[in-house]
């Protein structure tokens, strides 16, 4: 959690960086759209310690495949010349793990119990953006760019336990920061690069086997917390330049 | 602006996949459940080990376990059942406690998840039988002829449990069971348990309708669960009879009154009466003369010199030829002759149920009674002249102690009282070949008392028919003795101790038992019904070389005359 906290410094430090650059004389782009692609890695681990399970390092393998998401994300602004934005940042992620032949002990004590698991979570983001953006170096095609999002997440997620599927579905709100550098191939396309951070927490989720549901509200200990660190490339469109 | 678009188009892919329920539906899929009807057995192993079980329904599918017992240890969880249905398990057993008890113990189960088919529940189980040890209480059933139920016993000695199964019975074998429970039957191929130092006792019975008379012989097999005695094996035996006497036994027609051997001539002589027959039976030629009678006869006896027989009747006696069985001389008397000798001196004596002593001088037809007085009274019912010795003993029936008078015959015209000796010697008494030791009905044995023998008789020994230690009043039948073969012979009723009656041969010296030889049934209609009654010696004579014993003897049905003799080899 405290790693967290640094990063959300961190960006909202460069956010003011770039608002700060809003006094270089240049041409301005209207527009900027982006679709990125990339890797993220979540902060919290998850359920170390399940009871019952025996084979704890199947679990742990899965936990620690769980943290890495793959990550897609948008987003477009509408750009002022004093160097700062405002528009719309969308994100979907994605983590995903499975583990065969987890042993679990049934407290009968007699028996253990042999199930493959696996789960996929997905994570849309979307939410209004405040974008800062400033031109790095004399070619007037590098930008440094920032932004910083609140919004809604929505938490989708697929399981199979006990020889049985579970879709765990929740909402709450968020926030995204990112930073990065936009390098133009042309006067309106280019490639981005950003790192940033997704803050989203799901303590209120709904559950159904596809028969039942339950509404479940999870305590601090055990809410689902999709938070994690981004970095991701993609294409870069300014219009209007 | 394309590669943008297709970003876009990507993202909402991204979307609408993670947003697919359709995997829910897997949920509604109903999986089956079934429980495998054999356990698998398994006991604790340290390494990896094979085991297996054939599913012929479920070729070439795969499995995974779903839930298994504790203490055991799986190589791989997924695997494949094979072409032939042989589903095979690499599993470690972890140790448990493992009581040595018959049932098995429950470990849990082991559940697969087989593809297509659903849930399959195998029990666990172990099962700790020790080491057992097996005997059996009879390696031979002989049935005989009774047919009567048997008993025999399976014992596990040792400590562990032992199984046993009956693989083979032959077909007059009609049921083997336990035989404290009734419906608790020992069936071919039906596995048995015996705990740990347990008897089995087995009631075993006969089927003999369709045998055919003779012995027949055959094996009873158990397989068992004992390394050491992995099959039980018990001869049994039956013999079927045929309603048909051997030709070994002669019948008698009517009653026997009385017999006679002469082992010179190995020729058996009797009297009987209903029909009243003189009979001789040479064993050797089997040659058999009768005579009939015109009254009814009571006694026989040899004459000294073996030339005559002096033969007792209802108011008569008879002097036969002993070789032709031709009479010689009658007799006539007003009384029943109820014994007789001939005295060696030209004179019979004889007695009647009165004890009342006569003689008959052949020679001057004189007739002479010889009881008179009080004082030392010759009276009697039983004679024995001694041989070589003008002497008579005489003795009474139906008296106890009866006593025994020396009576001096020298004096042809009157019996002279020599010596009286007060002891019990039943109804008859018997003596040896040379008559120096005489044997009493209750097998008492004395040295036969004469003129010199002082004023008290002693025992000199005890035949005892069967193995005790009680020199008791037994009631023997008959004694003969055979100086050839050092034997004395005797008949015993063991009706209240044993299904058949004996002969028994004794030293004629040490009086032990040597000899024991069960009288054979007598096939007889008796009632209307034909069938074989138990036989009793009533008499026994020894043959010359006392390899044979000539036995007269009757059935002991009460009040039937099935009488008939039987030569018996004594030499095997």
Redesign the interface.
């Known amino acids: 959690m405290k790693q967290k906290n640094i990063t959300l410094s961190l960006l909202l430090l460069c956010l003011t960086a770039s608002l700060s650059a809003q006094f270089v004389d240049q041409k301005t782009p209207r527009f900027r759209i982006s679709a990125s692609g990339g890797l993220g890695y979540l902060i919290a681990s998850g359920q170390e310690d399940i009871s019952g399970v025996v084979n704890k390092e199947a679990i742990d393998k899965a936990n620690r495949d769980l943290r890495l998401a793959t990550n897609l994300n948008s987003d477009a602004y509408y750009l002022f010349e004093e160097g700062w934005g405002l528009g719309v940042k969308y994100l979907f992620q994605k983590t995903s793990a499975e583990a065969d032949d987890i042993i679990v002990d049934i407290q009968d004590n007699a028996h253990y119990m042999v199930m493959d698991i696996w789960e996929k979570d997905y994570v849309n983001y979307v939410g209004p953006s405040l974008f800062g953006y400033s031109t790095v170096g004399n070619n007037d095609n590098l930008f440094l760019i920032s932004s910083l999002s609140f919004g809604y997440a929505w938490l989708r997620s697929e399981a199979y336990v006990l020889n049985q599927n579970v879709l765990v579905t929740g909402g709450n709100f968020g926030m995204n920061a990112e930073i990065g550098l936009d390098y133009l191939f042309t006067p309106s396309f280019g490639v981005g690069v950003n790192l940033g951070y997704l803050m989203s927490y799901f303590s209120k989720v709904k559950m159904t086997d596809g028969v039942n549901k339950v509404e479940q509200t999870l305590d601090k200990d055990s809410r689902y917390n999709a938070s994690n660190v981004h970095l991701s490339i993609g294409l870069r469109y300014y219009l209007n330049k | ?1 394309k ?2 678009l297709f ?2 188009v ?2 909402l892919t ?2 609408t996949i ?2 697919d ?1 359709s ?6 899929k109903r ?1 089956e459940g079934y429980n495998l009807d054999v356990p698998l057995f398994v006991e604790p192993v340290s390494q990896f080990t094979e085991v297996s079980i054939t599913l012929p329904d479920l070729k070439n599918k795969d499995f ?7 203490i055991i240890h799986f190589e791989s ?1 997924d695997g494949s059942i094979d072409e032939t249905g042989k589903l095979t398990l690499k599993i470690k057993v972890d140790a448990f406690d493992r009581p040595l008890q018959i049932e098995p113990i429950n ?3 082991i559940i697969l ?1 087989i593809e297509e088919f659903g849930l399959l529940s195998i029990k666990v189980q172990s099962v700790n039988w020790g080491t057992p040890n097996v005997s059996i209480s009879d390696n031979l059933i002989d049935f005989d002829i009774d047919y009567n139920d048997r008993i025999f016993e399976i014992r596990n000695s040792a400590t562990g449990v032992l199984f046993y199964k009956l693989v083979k019975k032959p077909s007059w074998i009609k049921e083997i069971r336990n035989y404290y429970i009734s419906n608790d039957f020992i069936e071919i191929d039906s596995v048995k348990a015996l705990g740990p130092g347990g008897i089995m006792p087995c009631l075993i019975s006969t089927n003999i309708e369709n045998l055919t008379p003779g012995v027949h012989e055959d094996v009873i097999v158990f397989e068992t669960s004992d390394p050491a005695n992995p099959v039980l094996t018990i001869n049994v035996k039956i013999r079927i009879r045929s309603y048909e006497n051997p030709t070994s036994m002669i019948p008698i027609e009517g009653t026997v009154m009385d017999a006679e051997f002469d082992k010179s001539t190995n020729t058996l002589f009797f009297v009987t009466q209903n029909p009243a027959k003189l009979t001789s039976y040479n064993i050797v030629s089997k040659i058999k003369k009768e005579k009939l009678l015109d009254r009814n006869p009571y006694c026989i006896s040899l004459s000294e010199d073996k030339t005559k027989l002096i033969l007792g009747a209802t108011e008569r006696l008879e002097i036969y030829n002993r070789s032709d069985i031709q009479k010689e001389e009658t007799i006539d008397l007003e009384f029943v002759v109820s014994d007789a000798v001939d005295g060696n001196n030209g004179l019979y004596y004889f007695c009647n149920p009165n004890y009342e002593v006569f003689s008959y001088n052949s020679s001057t037809k004189t007739l002479l009674k010889h009881t008179s007085g009080w004082e030392y009274v010759i009276d009697g019912d039983i004679m024995l002249k001694l041989k070589g010795k003008p002497y008579i003993l005489l003795s009474k029936k139906g008296y106890s102690p009866n006593g025994i008078k020396l009576v001096n015959i020298s004096d042809k015209t009157k019996m002279q009282f020599a010596k009286n000796w007060h002891s019990g010697f039943g109804d008859k008494y018997w003596t040896t070949e040379d008559q120096i030791y005489v044997f009493s009905q209750m097998g008492t044995v004395y040295r036969l008392p004469n003129e010199n023998t002082g004023t008290d008789i002693y025992k000199i020994g005890q035949l005892i028919p069967y193995e005790s230690s009680y020199e008791y009043f037994y009631d023997f039948k008959w004694f003969e003795h055979s100086a050839a073969t050092s034997k004395i012979w005797a008949s015993y009723d063991l009706r209240d101790w044993s299904k058949k009656n004996i002969i028994i041969g004794f030293d004629d010296k040490t009086y032990e038992r040597k000899q024991e030889i069960e009288m054979n049934d007598y096939v007889a209609t008796v009632n209307g019904k034909r069938d074989y009654y138990m036989t009793l010696a009533r008499y026994i004579f020894s043959s010359g070389s006392g390899n044979e014993v000539v036995v007269v003897k009757n059935v002991t049905e009460s009040n039937v005359n099935a009488w008939h003799l039987e030569i018996i080899d004594v030499t095997k």
């Open positions: 602006m590669n943008i970003l876009f990507l993202f991204a979307f993670s947003c329920d995997f829910l539906d897997e949920n509604k999986m995974k376990v779903f839930q298994y017992p504790k969880f470990l849990g189960n998840n």
